[in-house]
């Protein structure tokens, strides 16, 4: 079984009830965060899960809704890890770079707390890996594989599949439907799936909010991708507009306009339980 826990199910559309995007997913032993939005490590410790427990971050990609509390992930892992463990970072290519600029502006913070702390004797130890396809991980029963996603100008982007003991989810970021995406998914136990109320955000006065339309996937369309992958259930996140208690069952209706099985969203800590052989051999 592998253990899928919404930590953080906003947007850049502040909502006092729901931190930024981010997805803890528990594979055996392991813990993989995918995505670190404002909020994730406190949400993390809601379900008894510290940066010093974490695995590995898993980045979807750059935008800065999705990496907003990289610092925090990487002080906390530093400074509550009492024997050398580097925190390892797998995004796409560009991670690298905003990693060495975060400890940079991290730097008078770590010089304080080298001079305080006797027994911290080095920075911030961050294992960087950029990739764009292909396996990312294979230890410990649990193995990860990449595709590149379409979130553009956002590029590249990518998604996630984790797979353990014949279960598996699909984490796709932020994306419009795409070819990679339903190959990475096909037959997945679970996808998350970003989604936006397209019909609502047509309405938006601003420009600046009706662009984001198009390069979101809609509800209908994150549950089309998910019945053409056949995966076993669709879990919705990052949804924008917020969305308000007791408008659940109209998302779920428009997901359920494409796909037929069992739909899942709620707010932050939700929690689904991804068990193997539950997805569907694709059929087209």
């Given at each position: 079984m592998?253990?899928?826990?919404l ?6 559309m ?12 528990r594979?055996?032993s ?10 994730a ?7 008894g ?13 750059l935008?800065?809704d999705h990496i907003?509390?990289?610092?925090d ?6 400074v509550?890890?009492?024997?050398r ?9 560009g991670?690298a770079a905003v990693?060495?600029?975060?400890l940079a502006?991290?730097a008078?913070?770590i010089d ?10 080095e ?5 960087v890996?950029?990739v764009?396809a292909?396996q990312?991980?294979?230890a ?5 594989v990449v595709?590149?996603?379409?979130h ?8 996630f599949?984790?797979?353990?003991a014949?279960a598996s ?6 994306t419009v ?7 990475l998914?096909?037959?997945?136990g679970?996808?998350v799936h ?13 420009r600046r ?11 209908e ?19 924008v507009?917020?969305?308000?208690p007791g ?6 209706a428009l ?10 969203l709620?707010?932050?800590?939700h929690?689904v339980?991804?068990h ?5 051999k694709?059929?087209?």
């Amino acid at each position: 079984m592998i253990d899928v826990t919404l930590l953080g199910t906003g947007s850049p559309m502040v909502d006092a009830n729901r931190a930024g995007p981010s997805t803890l997913v528990r594979a055996g032993s392991e813990f993989f965060l995918v995505d670190c939005g404002r909020g994730a490590l406190m949400r993390a410790a809601a379900v008894g899960v510290g940066a010093a427990n974490l695995t590995a971050l898993l980045l979807t990609h750059l935008h800065s809704d999705h990496i907003t509390d990289l610092s925090d992930v990487i002080t906390t892992r530093w400074v509550t890890t009492f024997t050398r463990t580097p925190l390892i970072v797998v995004g796409p290519p560009g991670t690298a770079a905003v990693v060495e600029a975060t400890l940079a502006a991290l730097a008078p913070d770590i010089d304080y707390r080298l001079a305080h702390h006797a027994d911290i004797t080095e920075p911030p130890v961050v294992d960087v890996r950029e990739v764009t396809a292909g396996q990312a991980w294979d230890a410990n029963g649990v193995r990860i594989v990449v595709a590149p996603t379409d979130h553009r100008p956002v590029e590249p982007t990518i998604a996630f599949r984790i797979e353990y003991a014949e279960a598996s989810v699909v984490l796709a970021g932020d994306t419009v439907p795409c070819p990679s995406l339903d190959e990475l998914a096909a037959g997945a136990g679970a996808l998350v799936h970003n989604v936006i109320r397209k019909d609502l955000m047509a309405l938006a006065p601003q420009r600046r909010l009706r662009d984001i339309l198009d390069y979101h996937s809609s509800v209908e369309e994150a549950a089309a991708t998910a019945a053409r992958a056949g995966v076993g259930t669709l879990i919705l996140t990052h949804y924008v507009p917020p969305l308000i208690p007791g408008q659940e069952e109209q998302w779920r209706a428009l997901a359920a306009t494409e796909f037929p099985r069992q739909i899942e969203l709620g707010d932050d800590l939700h929690r689904v339980e991804v068990h193997p052989g539950v997805g569907v051999k694709p059929t087209g």
